[in-house]
């Protein structure tokens, strides 16, 4: 009997390890075919949503086109596997691509030679970061970016995507002139007409596959998960529409519509031959800021739809998640991979119970690349264009940048100067600027404490701001309550602050410190205190310390600053202090 106890608490102990590490089998314990038929659809239709995506992708990082569709196979298998997000689907995404894109056009880069090596290179550095990142425990580094930098990066990098699309878009000849209004003019008028029109009439339908299609099938008698599908489908069909068009009508020969070319068919092979010393230091800080943001971007769209769940994410487990699909999208042939928010959301609302609906996913887009990889030849880059500047448009939030301004000047501040730096500057200098201003927005607010003269509310014993309730107060007496622990940083604007009001109003014999929010003071306030309380004796005032937490009282016990304090009091309560010296 006490053998098989044993057992199963080994089996239970093993069980609990496996888990920890694979996230998967948590939810394949209770797995049920309702959620199977559910993820099967969301499945199907986070495929559908794939296809055309990852080719995208790609084009827009300027690699080949099978380098997004590898990107969505094993590297999304190995987050579903790993991950601790149920639903996140994870894949090439805008926002990586256009900083691949970026990376792929510096001076130094391009020196390095083939970009395809380079972009492989990128996926294994940015997989290998985020692993060390979890074996380090470094996942709250994702803190020192705020949502408000985020934000503006986020504008930031939706409108260079979108601006890098208009020409593919127009079919525009390549831009090799710099602030010349005759080479301006000539590259506008160098657009393709047949290229534009099929780009506009796909932008058009695009859209209209958004809310004004979703309006229409609210209306009739469809079920939802019907009206879901074809609702997203949009991608799909106009790809397919277009594709014919240009077979049907020689677009790509006739009118110069630019198309996406072969692809191979099946899969590539595993391949290792990318570790090329030289190029890895020279893109190990490009690979390290990719996987950051990367990191950052899938972190708060699985919490997003968690929460949406009631689930929770574990940031330790993501980075291990992510930084393997990284890896395997090197060795497979793709480009560097994160959570996507448009299919995450597809996925979603598309009724994705678990990451099988990933997994399958990725079966249909395996058998899709295997199969039916000659029939992509022909979609034209006008609509893959389309495509992407659909999927980044509502990423442009400038109204949420009057929204933080409104709350909060500083935040406001780093947002804007984020997305206006990235505009001008480029994206590495865009957000250092927003981090480096939310920083010294943080410090700013630290070295200026709130501080507040409080007074007594007639008939309790409850202290509050002199400015802002009608309360008692007494001519002899100063209470002051200080909102944030003593520092380097701000003593001196206290000390100020005390100052000024012990010239304006002389009469004050006894001044009263309210420590309700200090949870600590460092040495350099401790000395500044020692400073003040010598001043304000010399003025024959007394010092006194009111509602001081414990760990505070812990630290001054083991100095002699009650000593200097004396004539002045500590007081538990702060009413204490007013029956006291009042």
Known sequence: METMSTARTINDSSSARLAKYFPIFVWLKTYTRREFHDDLFAGALTAIILMPQGIA?????????????????????????????????????????????????????????????????????CGLVMLLM?????????????????????SGAALLIIFSQIAPLAGLDRLTCNFNMTCYRDYISSYQPATLALGASGLALLLAFGKPLASILKKTDMPLPAATAIGKCGPLAVVIGSTWAVMHFGLHGRSGVSVVGIIPAG??????????????????????????????????IAKVTANLRGEKINPQQELIALGTANLAAAITGGMPVAGGFSRTMVHFSAGARTQMAMLMASGFLTIAVVFFSALFANIPKTILAAIIIVAVYRLVRIRHIVHTWN?????????????????????????????????????????????????????????????????????????????????????????????????????IRHVVLIFTSVSDIDMTALEALEGINDRIKTGGRTLNIAEAKGPVMDKLEKTDFFQHLAPGKVFFRTEDAVKKLG
Request: proline share 5%; with cysteine; hydrophobic share 50%.
């Open 57 to 125: 992708y790609a084009v827009l990082a300027g690699l080949p086109a099978q380098m997004g569709l590898y990107a969505s196979i094993l590297p999304a298998a190995v987050y579903a596997v790993l991950g601790s997000s149920r639903t996140l689907s994870v894949g090439p995404v805008a926002i990586a691509a256009i900083m691949v894109a970026h990376v792929l056009t510096l001076p130094e880069v391009q020196q390095l030679g083939d970009p395809i090596q380079t972009a492989l290179i990128l996926g294994a550095e």
């Open 134 to 154: 979890a074996c380090t425990g470094m996942g709250s580094l994702v803190n020192f970016i705020s949502h408000p930098v985020l934000d503006g990066f986020t």
């Open 267 to 300: 899969l590539p092979p595993l391949k290792l031959d990318f570790f090329m010393w030289e190029s890895w230091r020279v893109l190990l800080p490009d690979a390290a800021f990719i996987a950051l943001i990367s990191y950052v971007e899938s972190i708060a």
């Open 407 to 507: 709350y909060d000047r500083g935040d406001g501040i780093a947002e804007l100067v984020t997305l206006v730096g990235m505009l001008l500057l480029g994206i590495e200098q865009g957000i250092a600027l927003g981090i480096i201003l939310t920083i010294g927005s943080q410090l700013r607010k630290a070295s200026h404490p709130h501080i507040a003269v409080v007074g007594r509310i007639p008939k309790t014993e409850h202290y509050r701001n002199v400015d802002r309730h009608s309360v008692e107060t007494w001519h002899h007496l100063l209470l002051v309550r200080i909102d944030e622990s003593l520092t380097f940083a701000n003593i001196g604007f206290v000390e100020d602050y005390l100052i000024d009001e012990l010239n304006r109003r002389p009469d």
